[in-house]
């Protein structure tokens, strides 16, 4: 199934056309809330406290100003996203203007997934390890039993992949988490742990993390059902291992925190703090004059929302087709020569 509707695809190619030479947010990701269910060891954000969240219309509003912007995705996550009540109403909504994804630790999936399956995309579910490494992790024991509970039951209704985070704790479970995803015939998207101030120190160590990261490559190139190009592990191999580091362009992704604010320039450097309301901001034009510069070298994380849509070429639209772009590579390639 393709990621990416054909609507979607050309809405994509008339932004770029309308706005020729100038800098947007392609992808916007939005956190919903900061409370969850679970207390994962390297996430900061179950550890602070939610203030009022945008209700239905702050939401809407929120949606149409990405959109004006330009924004062609949207990726919902938090927290645990499936804990908002209005989740289904919020979902509708974003997937009438966007290609819409969602990510949850899978623990109410089971019980969710027919009030949202007609409403998203895309579906991502956290695994982070096999039985207990992922429940240590996550801090509540049952984590792994009701993730993997949740895609059993979704795998069918919405495209779907595993989404695992690569921690100093289980280097060693990202071969499971790949065979786990296949037996449960799904595919796997990886993070590497980055270090907020705020959270546990769980980031892997780089010495180790690169075997870990040449057999993700491999199996990639085997077949294997991973998300990530093939690009992306080599790109972190050229850069924290050897002189060749990637061009980040932060700016093709936007990110929103739960009380509509912009958090700029990215998601890490200011550990996801926002102040201005997006819905009270020409982003277009905030995002023209902010001076990106500092950040394009910086290479410190491998986030796959900024490093994924930084390698893309436009010349070689297939680099990142398993991503975000599958269904757009003959409108690229029909309707524009960049």
């Not at 979607?8 to 190619?13: D, E, F, H, P, S």
């Not at 947007?24 to 679970?38: E, R, T, V, W």
């Not at 799904?186 to 101030?197: E, K, L, M």
Request: proline share 4%; hydrophobic share 40%.
């Amino acid at each position: 199934m393709s990621l990416v509707s054909s609507v979607i695809g050309r809405g994509v190619v008339r932004t770029i056309k309308s706005l020729p030479n100038k800098k947007f947010p392609l992808i916007a990701g939005h956190k919903l809330q900061y409370s969850c269910n679970l207390k994962c060891k390297m996430c900061p954000f179950w550890r602070r406290e939610d203030e009022t969240l945008l209700d239905i219309d702050d939401e809407i509003r929120m949606m149409d100003s990405l959109k004006k912007a330009g924004v062609s995705f949207l990726g919902f996550e938090g927290g645990e996203p499936l804990l908002r009540k209005d989740i289904g109403e919020i979902l509708y909504e974003s997937k009438r203007r966007f290609h819409t994804s969602m990510v949850t630790n899978g623990w109410l999936l089971k019980a969710k997934i027919e009030d949202i399956k007609d409403s998203l995309n895309y579906l991502f579910v956290s695994l982070d390890g096999i039985g207990e490494v992922h429940d240590r992790l996550r801090g509540m024991a049952g984590s792994f039993r009701h993730a993997v509970e949740g895609i059993e039951s979704a795998r069918d209704e919405v495209p779907l992949a595993i989404s695992s985070t690569i921690t100093n704790e289980n280097m060693d479970q990202a071969q499971g988490i790949v065979d786990l995803a296949v037996k449960l015939g799904v595919s796997v998207n990886f993070q590497i742990a980055y270090d907020y101030t705020t959270a546990e120190k769980m980031s892997p160590e780089k010495l180790k993390l690169r075997d870990t990261i040449k057999m993700l490559e491999s199996y990639k190139l085997s077949g294997f059902p991973i998300v990530n190009s093939k690009e992306y592990f080599s790109s972190i191999l050229n850069s924290w291992y050897g002189d060749h580091p990637w061009r980040c362009k932060p700016w093709l992704t936007i990110n929103i925190d739960p009380l509509g604010n912009i958090v700029q320039p990215c998601y890490v450097i200011n550990e996801y703090n926002g102040s201005v309301k997006v819905w009270d901001t020409d982003i277009l034009d905030l995002w023209n004059t902010y001076d990106w510069a500092p950040y394009e070298s910086c290479n410190k994380c491998a986030l796959a929302c900024y490093l994924e849509p930084s390698l893309f070429n436009w010349h070689n639209p297939s680099m990142v087709k398993e991503r975000i772009l599958d269904s757009m590579v003959s409108l690229v390639r029909g309707e524009l020569s960049w």
